[in-house]
């Protein structure tokens, strides 16, 4: 593995330890490439598959990580990671899929302006009203779609195929994505500690499982199982 480094006289290269026992990049970007292809609604695939290529290695690299961790605390925080990086995969290969498919979120509308009325009392309380003005586009516009919007939209139109039990999974893994934010606190207890353990770990694997194997990415079966042991339940 070469990495560039920046010392005062410009870029040069130095050769980084190579990480032991995870496969070569090349093998995902293989993968990847059968089901992630130029289009044009999505006309920029080689750095979206890279970029999936790289996060997927990555997660070959913590689940060897996590098979030989014995302190608890790290071993949380290394599914939190896990997570994390698997779910930030999902919601590319999702965004690809809807955008290919011409089912991305429009906007027949944008905002123009907001015009707030004074305040006014009823009833001992303070009201007030605002105006808001939209104007209406030429055509529609791609609108941003978070991942939960994704996620609804890929079920509804079943891009994943029809298992229910994935798409719930999602949603499941979804919201505790969210804990990437330190500060969301929803209820006593409620810390990284007791969040992430193995049972996440192990649902997120069967859920990148899934969709690796989805009929979205016709790759040779026999190399499938050699590149993806590691989703594999333990």
């Known amino acids: 593995m070469r990495l560039l480094f920046k010392p005062h006289n410009g870029y040069k290269l130095c050769m980084a330890k190579t990480i032991s026992n995870v496969k070569p990049i090349n093998s995902f970007r293989d993968f990847f490439d059968t089901g992630i292809k130029i289009n044009k609604a999505f006309p ?11 996060a997927t290695q990555y997660l ?3 689940s060897k990580k996590i098979n030989n961790e014995g302190h608890s605390v790290i ?13 930030g995969i999902i919601e590319a290969i999702l965004l690809y899929f809807l955008k290919s498919e011409n089912l991305q979120k429009q906007r027949d509308f944008v905002l123009v302006d907001t015009f707030s009325s004074n305040y006014k009392l009823i009833k001992g309380k303070w009201y007030k009203t605002d105006t808001v003005f939209y104007l209406r586009l030429d055509s529609p516009k791609d609108d941003e779609m978070n991942l939960d919007y994704m996620i609804r939209r890929v079920e ?22 969210n804990k990437v934010h330190m500060h969301l606190i929803d ?6 500690y007791n969040n992430f353990n193995s049972k996440q770990y192990e649902i997120m694997k069967s859920a990148l499982l899934q969709v690796f194997s989805s009929e979205r990415f016709p790759y040779d079966k026999g190399k499938f199982d050699i590149l993806y042991q590691y989703l594999r339940a333990d």
């Open 156 to 177: 509804k139109k079943e891009v994943l195929g029809k298992n229910q039990d994935l798409y719930k999974s999602l949603n499941y893994l979804r919201k505790l994505r």
């Open 60 to 62: 070959e690299y913590l």
């Open 44 to 54: 920029r695939t080689y750095e979206l598959i890279n970029n999936i290529a790289y």
């Open 187 to 192: 209820k006593h207890l409620d810390t990284d």
């Open 75 to 87: 071993l949380t925080h290394l599914y939190k990671t896990y997570l994390i990086t698997g779910m």
